[in-house]
Nanobody
Framework: QVQLVESGGGMVQAGGSLRLSCAHSGRTFSWYGMGWYRQAPGKEREFVAAMLWIGGRTYYADSVLGRFTISRDNTKDTLYLQMDTLEPEDTAVYFC????????????????WGQGTQVTVSS
């Protein structure tokens, strides 16, 4: 059974940093890609960053470009999201997700999701 488990969320002041981790297990196949999404109260889930599993090409939302970095450690089966220069607008529940096919920017394309981790940025 495939499992995605996020960790690393918390509270931080504006300008601070956090690193989210997503440990994935149980798969017997290769992902097409993995990504991070976030959802703030009263808003739709939005794309943050994604990585193609083969080749490692990365993609970012304009709102986080230059501040967030997606990476992975294949030896630990873990996906990361390094978040720097955090802003209050980054406050949300952050989800890790994995997909077997294209459509990295579309949450409906992801078949596997973690439970989410809360990130709160105070001003």
């Amino acid at each position: 059974q495939v499992q995605l488990v996020e960790s690393g969320g918390g509270m931080v002041q504006a300008g601070g940093s956090l690193r989210l981790s997503c440990a994935h297990s149980g798969r017997t196949f290769s992902w097409y890609g993995m990504g991070w999404y976030r959802q703030a109260p009263g808003k739709e889930r939005e794309f943050v960053a994604a990585m193609l599993w083969i080749g490692g090409r990365t993609y970012y939302a304009d709102s986080v470009l230059g501040r967030f970095t997606i990476s992975r450690d294949n030896t630990k089966d873990t996906l990361y999201l390094q978040m720097d220069t955090l802003e209050p607008e980054d406050t949300a529940v952050y989800f890790c997700a994995a997909t077997l096919g294209p459509g990295l920017w579309t949450p409906e394309k992801y078949g596997y999701w973690g439970q989410g981790t809360q990130v709160t940025v105070s001003s």
